[in-house]
């Protein structure tokens, strides 16, 4: 076994090596760019060595740099963990060339599953099923239409050497056909260094299943079962599970045959994911599903695996670069339980699930959550008071619960969920909830579809409790921080002789100003009006951020959190965020009022459509902005005229940054 390895990779992965690694003991040296120099990772690694500015391709895209860290460190080994190098064949050659060993595949079976079209031709030779399609080389557009209008719309374009949702686009009209190429071959060019796509049909009800496979240098590989992962967005899943509803043992064992076939095809070594899609509509059918592609690397959702077979993956990993066979046979592997995973971002779910920055003033798990193991496990790369930045993915955690059965599951997922508290940043928490509550979800009625379709139930904000209002009010008015006592002396906030003190609470919750009167009663009472009704409310504290509530005979419990002129409460598994106006700060920023376009979020202008002059209506197309390698189209608020345009392409702009000015069209 190795003595020290490096991790070229960050975040959540990073510090789910290093924790087995540490567990082994195995020393292990980071790498990190200048945007990461205070990261978690850093801290939990034995070493730790700088390779670079923020941008990815300077730092963590530096195979040359990564590989002279290994070698000035003593490291004898590099895990690559998921995204960046990991399944670059260039880079594993580099990394063998240089004495040290690769945990993860052969660059040979990289480079036969790396790129989407010859490794649907391969599988086609070993047997295995594939989706209907054009996978060929002619990137004419003209060419690849007529392949679509062969094939039948809809039709999913694919970057072909795409992952994670990346240089997808879904089509359903011909008309729409050019402009979704043209986009997924910027993201294919921008994210992969390769444009080329391919066109398949679109199953109009499918379930995206997987197999998680493992292979070692002795001949052997095995299925180590299926993964449902059909709840997605943007084709970027969001909550994953093992095993698959309805999954039969026919068509369980057909699939796994499948992909050890597809696995021993290419000599596979190591963790590998055989990614199928799944025609649902008639029930799980061993003869209706297909071959996507083959992920030669750990996966994101790999802990869902984990939990279900027992096994720690990343000892896997290690224990067959070393050389090690494989501990087990395929009919020494079981299934216990059901797992699901939930992927907690900083995103923006009302502007469309943009990415979000911003310190992580306050972030909580669960009580009883591990790192790496247990019934409730947080696997997470970022800590309170760090900052969710711009360069980077911007996931926060996975939330994993590991039950009986999927029921079970489920419900412990709903109370993980509200247990999580995020404060500093807007998350995608509240969706993730309504997913794990859903009722269709619930009883196992999955398909990629299922989001799109309930998508407005599933983002809509409920009202505010006035009693969230109220402790936020009184909690911004700074009158919960006294001494609890009987003495009338130690609590003497707004102390009067002859009546009691009225203070005004004044928060803003988005665009509505929220004015309330307060009345501290004494011993934690207070009589609030203002809002629809008044309410008398008693608020207890409790260990850290822990309030009780009572109001009239009900007590519940919840959090507040107060940083800067920033109010957050978190209750029944709700999170409700308020700012403290700044009365002497109101000016006008001329944003607003629908006149001209924004940056939603820090990112690189990659098209500008409109011109100076142009007239526009409500949902023309003006500008496109790539943010962490996705592309975010920005439309028209209303009609007009263009009056400024004020980037130009390859402009890098920060969150909030004017980008067109629009003027109202002359009669």
């Known amino acids: 076994m190795f003595k020290k390895i490096l991790i070229a990779n960050r975040g959540e992965i990073a510090c789910r090596v290093i924790a ?17 120099a205070l990261s978690k990772h850093v801290a939990l690694a034995d070493e730790a060595v700088h390779i670079g500015p923020a941008p990815v391709a300077e730092s963590y895209l530096r195979g040359d740099v990564i590989i002279a860290a290994a070698k000035a460190t003593g490291a004898q080994a ?18 063998v060339a240089a004495g040290l060993v690769f945990i993860g595949p052969t660059s040979g079976a990289i480079r036969a599953m790396g790129l989407k079209d010859a490794a649907k031709a391969l599988m086609e030779k070993a ?15 003209d060419f690849l239409a007529g392949e679509a209008d062969a094939i039948g719309y809809p039709v999913l374009i694919k970057a072909r050497a795409g992952g994670g949702g990346k240089g997808m686009r879904l ?15 910027r993201e294919g060019q921008s994210s992969f260094g390769d444009p080329a796509c391919l066109i398949e049909k679109y199953i109009t009800k499918p379930r995206h299943i997987e197999i998680q496979v493992f292979g070692d240098s002795h001949g052997n590989a095995v299925s180590l079962f299926e993964r449902d992962c059909s709840l997605q967005r943007r084709h970027q899943k969001v909550i994953e599970e093992a095993p698959a509803p309805g999954m039969s043992d026919e068509m369980r064992a057909a699939m796994g045959r499948a992909a050890v076939e597809a696995a021993k095809a290419i000599g596979y070594q190591g963790a590998g994911t055989i990614e199928f899609i799944v025609d649902g509509s008639d029930g799980l059918r061993a003869d209706r599903f297909w071959f996507m592609e083959m992920n030669t690397r750990l996966q994101v959702e790999h802990p869902v695996s984990e939990a279900i077979t027992g096994l720690d993956f990343v000892e896997l990993q290690l224990r067959v670069a070393a050389g090690e066979p494989l501990p087990f046979k395929q009919d020494d592997l079981k299934i216990n ?23 992580l003033d306050h972030l909580t798990f669960p009580q009883g959550a591990e790192f790496g193991r247990g019934a409730l496990r947080i696997d997470s790369g970022v800590r309170q008071g760090d900052v969710i930045s711009p360069f980077y993915d911007p996931m926060i955690a996975k939330v994993i619960v590991h039950g009986p059965d999927r029921a079970a599951a489920l419900n412990m997922l709903d109370a993980a969920l509200a247990g999580t508290h995020v404060a500093g940043s807007v998350t995608n928490l509240e969706f993730l909830g309504a997913l ?4 269709g979800f619930g009883r196992g009625e999955v398909d990629t579809g299922l989001i799109g379709r309930d998508l407005d139930d599933l983002i809509a904000s409920p009202a505010t409790p006035e009693a969230v209002i109220a402790l936020a009010g009184i909690g911004a008015l700074g009158l919960l921080d006294k001494p609890a006592g009987n003495d009338p002396w130690d609590a003497r906030n707004g102390w009067r002789h002859w009546s009691q003190a009225t203070h005004h609470a004044r928060l803003d919750q988005g665009e509505h100003r929220l004015d309330r009167q307060v009345q501290d009663l004494g011993q934690g009472v207070f009589h609030v009006t203002g809002g629809d009704a008044p309410l008398d409310l008693r608020i207890k504290a409790l260990d850290g951020t822990a309030v009780e509530l009572t109001l009239g005979d009900h007590t519940s419990r919840a959090d507040l959190v107060i940083t800067g002129q920033r109010v957050t409460v978190f209750a029944g598994g709700l999170t409700f965020g308020f700012d403290i106006p700044d009365d002497l700060n109101s000016g006008d920023d001329g944003g607003a009022g629908g006149d001209s376009v924004s940056a939603p979020m820090p990112g690189q202008v990659t098209l500008v459509h409109a011109k100076a002059g142009q007239a526009v209506t409500r949902g023309d197309a003006l500008l496109v902005l790539e943010a962490m390698k996705m592309e975010h189209t920005l439309s028209a608020p209303r009609d007009g005229v263009v009056a400024e345009v004020l980037v130009a392409k390859g402009d890098q702009v920060t969150d909030g940054t004017i980008l067109l000015k629009l003027e109202i069209a002359d009669a």
Not at 179 to 184: I, K, N, P, R, V
Not at 339 to 356: I, M, N, S, T
Request: cysteine-free.
């Open 20 to 36: 087995t690694a540490r567990r082994l003991g195995i020393q292990t040296v980071a790498v990190y760019s200048d945007a990461d």
């Open 78 to 95: 590099i895990h690559p963990g998921y995204g960046f190098l990991s399944e670059n064949p260039g880079f594993v050659d580099a990394v």
């Open 127 to 141: 047997g295995v099923p594939v989706v209907p399609g054009y996978h060929g080389d002619n990137q004419n557009p």
């Open 171 to 185: 089509v359903e009209d011909p008309k729409d056909f050019k402009s979704a190429l043209e986009g997924a071959q």
């Open 337 to 359: 339980g059901w797992a699901f995973e939930a992927r907690v971002y900083a995103e923006d779910v009302p502007k469309g699930f943009l990415p979000a920055t911003g310190t």
């Open 436 to 439: 794990a509550r859903h009722d």
